[in-house]
Nanobody, 124 residues
Framework: QVQLVESGGGFVQAGGSLRLSCAAS????????RGWFRQGPGKEREFVAA????????RYGDSVKGRFTISGDNAKSMVYLQMNSLKPEDTAVYYC?????????????????WGQGTQVTVSS
């Protein structure tokens, strides 16, 4: 089992940047594939990015490609989401997630472990 805690959310103007962090504790985090999801007001949870547990392979949702970057540090049990060129439509609660299944999965049901979320608000 693994516990996840996100941080780094906040309020930013359009065009700005934020870096989200996800700290993992519990069973060795290096054995999990990781992902970031978000849920905006009145919207369904949306896939943002995924990181394979080894090898550094990444996958992104279409709405964030070229603007967001997922990365990780297995030694520190951390996952990061660098968000650049933020838009008002990026406003959402962002969640870190971990999966023992195949990596890069955009289906939130494939992730067994979730953090509590961190709010990101982008003003126009």
């Amino acid at each position: 089992q693994v516990q996840l805690v996100e941080s780094g959310g906040g309020f930013v103007q359009a065009g700005g940047s934020l870096r989200l962090s996800c700290a993992a504790s519990g069973r060795s985090f290096s054995t999990y594939n990781r992902g970031w999801f978000r849920q905006g007001p009145g919207k369904e949870r949306e896939f943002v990015a995924a990181l394979r547990r080894f090898g550094g392979f990444t996958r992104y949702g279409d709405s964030v490609k070229g603007r967001f970057t997922i990365s990780g540090d297995n030694a520190k049990s951390m996952v990061y989401l660098q968000m650049n060129s933020l838009k008002p439509e990026d406003t959402a609660v962002y969640y870190c997630a971990a999966s023992t299944g195949s990596w890069g999965n955009a289906d939130s049901r494939e992730y067994a472990y979730w953090g509590q979320g961190t709010q990101v608000t982008v003003s126009s």
